[in-house]
């Protein structure tokens, strides 16, 4: 099930089949990742994106997470190409606390090496509303934003290669954590020898991304 507006789509999945925010809660040592930030873990997100405790925590424990998000990609993401495909192989971790912000900066993904062809899966483990979602321009260049309305079990889809984006402290009452990932039909993918701006990790099919083919297999 689609729900279409001009600067994405939101999908729906089963959150009992693929329960990434039950997973993600356990690793993380919460029973509401709405209220994580009660926790009165580390928080550096002006300095580095993904310099947090629950950032640590979260990469430290992903071989939890693993099994869940390749399925997830086999059977969830893979019919709705029917191709090839070049599928992040890790996901990104996102943490929105109140008073704080997710992302440093508004930006493009064109900014920091991704290609064209490349579509976003951004999926929320709780509410997001307001400004502790994302806000994406409305149009590529018009520089008026809306905010992303999404609940677990919907996933938000979008061109953030063209579109600009970024987040807004947080005035709710309520933190927002989430994930996502990058896909590109393989036929389009083309390893232009860059590599992630933050991380220095290339960009091709051994390092951030990886390929999986039409049978369900990934092949690196």
Do not use: C
């Not at 090839?84 to 890790?90: G, I, K, N, S, Y």
């Not at 064209?116 to 951004?122: H, K």
Request: hydrophobic share 30%; aromatic share 12%; charged share 30%.
């Amino acid at each position: 099930m689609a729900e279409r507006s001009e600067h994405g789509t939101v999908l729906t999945y089963d959150p009992i089949e693929f329960p990434f925010s039950n997973v993600v809660a356990k690793i993380l040592d919460t029973p509401d990742l709405e209220k994580i930030h009660e926790l009165g873990r580390r928080s550096d997100v002006d300095n580095h994106d993904q310099d947090s405790d629950d950032h640590t925590i979260f990469y430290r424990e992903y071989d939890q997470v693993r099994d869940l998000y390749d399925r997830f990609l086999v059977e969830w993401i893979l019919p709705q190409y029917g191709e090839d495909l070049a599928v992040q192989r890790v996901p990104t971790f996102r943490v929105h606390r109140p008073g704080s912000v997710a992302v440093s900066e508004f930006h493009k993904d064109s900014d920091y090496n991704h290609q064209p062809a490349t579509l976003n899966y951004w999926l929320p483990l709780t509410r997001a509303y307001g400004n502790n979602s994302m806000w994406i321009e409305d149009t590529p260049g018009a520089d008026t934003y809306s905010p992303v309305v999404v609940d677990p079990g919907e996933v938000w889809r979008f061109d953030a290669v063209n579109n600009r984006h970024g987040n807004y402290p947080n005035d709710t009452s309520t933190s927002r954590v989430s994930f996502d990932f990058r896909a590109i039909p393989l036929r389009l993918f083309v390893d232009e020898g860059k590599s992630t701006v933050n991380a220095n990790r290339r960009m091709d099919l051994e390092g951030y991304y990886r390929r999986l083919d039409t049978d369900g297999q990934f092949k690196s």
